[in-house]
């Protein structure tokens, strides 16, 4: 059973700065991509940002230039740095992997349980 496991989130004034992580429970045999995705009251969720295979990343126009996303292989980890939030970022920020988790099973797309960011203004 994969499970993905997201922290970092939490309350932060406007123009300030947090870091989500997210770490696997395993190491994949192959992964298409690694993402962050939101989803506001009312809203749908999106997608803020995520690193494709090879490693070309792909940003909502919104947060380009103040998020970045990374990614750590060797831990499994994908990171979310979020520099100069904005009331409008408050959200449930998850993190998603398209991944095989073996050489032998199909592609799963699996979800985190979600981390709260709150910005004020």
């Known amino acids: 059973q994969v499970q993905l496991v997201e922290s970092g989130g939490g309350l932060v004034q406007a123009g300030g700065s947090l870091r989500l992580s997210c770490a696997a429970s395993l190491r994949f045999f192959s992964i298409n991509a690694m993402g962050w995705y939101r989803q506001a009251p009312g809203k749908q969720r999106e997608l803020v940002a995520r690193?494709?295979?090879?490693?070309?990343?792909d940003y909502a126009d919104s947060v380009k230039g103040r998020f970045t996303i990374s990614r750590d292989n060797a831990n499994n980890r994908v990171y979310l740095q979020m520099n100069s939030l904005k009331p409008e970022n408050t959200a449930v920020y998850y993190c998603n992997v398209a991944a095989k988790a073996t050489s032998s099973s199909y592609t799963g797309n699996y979800w985190g349980q979600g981390t709260q960011v709150t910005v004020s203004s």
């Open positions: 690193i494709i295979g090879g490693g070309s990343t």
